[in-house]
């Protein structure tokens, strides 16, 4: 069974930073590109992050220089650091497989709750 799970979102202020991780079974972790998205509280989930299997990645632009995603193959996991943590941060953060286009490949599993306060 194909299984990502997110973990590590918790309750921080303004200005922090949390890392968060994405551990996947089920498949060839190596084989597949990984993304990050998030859902904000009345909104559509949104793409954030994705990182290639060589490693390559890209980002949304209302995040660009505050995320950072990575992967360690040895270990089928994928992080996303967010660092200068604002409240419009605040959002359910979800991982999955993706195409080229960032599209998700899978379906949704349990995201983790990411809440900054001001």
């Known amino acids: 069974e194909v299984q990502l799970q997110a973990s590590g979102g918790g309750l921080v202020q303004a200005g922090g930073s949390l890392r968060l991780s994405c551990a996947a079974s089920?498949?060839?972790?190596?084989?597949?590109?990984i993304g990050w998205f998030r859902q904000a509280p009345g909104k559509q989930r949104e793409w954030v992050a994705s990182?290639?299997?060589?490693?390559?990645?890209n980002y949304a632009d209302s995040v660009k220089g505050r995320f950072t995603i990575f992967r360690d193959n040895s270990k089928n996991t994928a992080y996303l650091r967010i660092d200068s943590l604002k409240p419009e941060d605040t959002a359910v953060y979800y991982c999955?497989?993706?195409?080229?286009?960032?599209?998700?490949?899978?379906?949704w599993g349990q995201g983790t709750l990411v809440t900054v306060s001001s």
């Open positions: 999955q497989a993706v195409d080229l286009s960032n599209r998700p490949l899978g379906s």
């Open positions: 089920g498949f060839t972790f190596d084989d597949y590109a």
């Open positions: 990182i290639r299997v060589g490693g390559s990645s």
